[in-house]
């Protein structure tokens, strides 16, 4: 039967039956995600594959085959518009700042409380998880988590909620690569220049001389106090330019830019907690571009 063609991405939907879990990340021919979603030979759908190996509890990871028609992609949904670049999976330590990806609750963000944690649920105890102050709710399971552009693992479960807060586990993306002897799709699945292949959200489009585009859209996206990088690359022979735009009292102000006379930008900028937006300019020239933006607090 026809079928449509589906990117595999972190923290979307996907289906087993009736029930729903969230895409981990990106793996060769398909991706990995919690072992508790299915049991080897259950069928997905959105995209449409099969399990492979799942191992619930003690572990609680599983790979999913996709087969030839949908492609993985090496980002995570940030759920404001836009995706973040997965660079590779080296872990990071307690303390880490890490960000999780769901289809229920979107994107929310915490720290890293503990490594090699054990949880105890009905079916059972799952060990050598991350143990974080992230929250999560059902649908998210098997979700994204990231430290910057680095994949950490997959949501197991936990307690509490999104409006209360909670603690949540992953387990360890490394673990279920591993397993199921497949490799982590990275950088944006190539959707990212070589240039920006180290912010967290890639972007891009395409420009006739004398137009513009809002990045990662015209109602821009969240940053706390700290410092925000952006990283343009045009279109060679072009003078495409940068900006930086933040919301103040309905209206939007420029507060920092990039504008050399080459196709290629980056801005750097210090910042108090607020909306932005990136704003690309095509000074001069025209063709497709690429770039990023990372934020840190």
């Given at each position: 039967?026809?079928?449509t063609?589906?990117?595999?991405i972190g923290?979307?939907?996907?289906?087993?039956?009736?029930?729903r879990?969230?895409?981990?990340?990106?793996?060769?021919s398909?991706?990995?995600?919690?072992?508790?979603c299915?049991d080897?030979?259950n069928t997905?759908?959105?995209?449409?594959?099969?399990?492979?190996?799942?191992s619930?509890?003690g572990?609680d990871?599983?790979?999913?085959?996709?087969?030839?028609d949908?492609?993985?992609?090496?980002?995570?949904?940030?759920?404001?518009?836009g995706t973040?670049?997965v660079?590779?999976?080296t872990a990071?330590?307690?303390?880490?700042?890490?960000?999780r990806s769901?289809?229920?609750?979107?994107w929310?963000c915490?720290?890293i409380?503990?490594?090699?944690?054990?949880?105890?649920?009905?079916e059972?105890?799952?060990?050598?998880?991350?143990?974080?102050n992230?929250?999560?709710?059902?649908?998210?399971?098997?979700g994204?988590?990231?430290?910057?552009?680095?994949?950490q693992?997959?949501?197991?479960?936990?307690?509490?909620?999104c409006?209360?807060?909670?603690?949540?586990?992953?387990n360890?993306?490394?673990?279920?690569?591993?397993?199921?002897?497949v490799?982590?799709?990275?950088?944006?699945?190539?959707?990212?220049?070589?240039?920006?292949?180290?912010?967290?959200?890639?972007?891009?489009?395409s420009?006739?001389?004398?137009?513009?585009?809002?990045?990662?859209g015209?109602?821009?996206?969240?940053?706390?106090t700290?410092?925000?990088?952006?990283?343009?690359?045009?279109?060679?022979?072009?003078?495409?330019?940068?900006?930086l735009?933040?919301?103040?009292?309905?209206s939007?102000t420029?507060?920092?830019?990039?504008?050399?006379?080459?196709p290629?930008e980056s801005?750097?900028?210090?910042?108090?907690?607020g909306?932005?937006r990136w704003?690309?300019?095509a000074y001069?020239?025209?063709?497709?571009?690429?770039g990023?933006?990372?934020?840190?607090?």
């Amino acid at each position: 039967m026809p079928r449509t063609f589906i990117n595999v991405i972190g923290g979307n939907a996907y289906y087993i039956g009736g029930s729903r879990c969230s895409v981990g990340f990106s793996a060769t021919s398909g991706f990995v995600t919690a072992g508790h979603c299915g049991d080897v030979g259950n069928t997905t759908t959105s995209p449409s594959g099969t399990f492979r190996t799942s191992s619930f509890p003690g572990n609680d990871y599983a790979y999913v085959n996709t087969g030839t028609d949908d492609t993985p992609i090496g980002a995570v949904n940030n759920y404001n518009g836009g995706t973040v670049n997965v660079a590779g999976s080296t872990a990071a330590a307690v303390g880490a700042t890490v960000c999780r990806s769901g289809s229920t609750t979107g994107w929310h963000c915490g720290t890293i409380q503990a490594l090699n944690a054990s949880v105890t649920y009905a079916e059972g105890t799952v060990n050598g998880l991350i143990r974080t102050n992230v929250c999560a709710e059902p649908g998210d399971s098997g979700g994204s988590l990231l430290a910057g552009t680095q994949a950490q693992g997959m949501t197991s479960g936990g307690s509490g909620n999104c409006s209360s807060g909670g603690t949540t586990y992953f387990n360890p993306v490394n673990e279920a690569l591993s397993a199921a002897g497949v490799s982590l799709v990275t950088g944006g699945g190539g959707g990212t220049p070589t240039g920006c292949a180290g912010q967290e959200t890639a972007f891009s489009g395409s420009l006739s001389s004398g137009g513009y585009a809002y990045k990662p859209g015209s109602t821009g996206f969240s940053a706390l106090t700290g410092t925000i990088e952006g990283c343009l690359d045009g279109p060679s022979g072009a003078d495409f330019d940068l900006y930086l735009q933040k919301s103040s009292n309905g209206s939007w102000t420029t507060v920092a830019q990039g504008i050399t006379s080459a196709p290629d930008e980056s801005v750097t900028y210090s910042g108090t907690s607020g909306t932005y937006r990136w704003v690309v300019d095509a000074y001069s020239g025209s063709g497709s571009y690429t770039g990023g933006y990372s934020t840190t607090p």
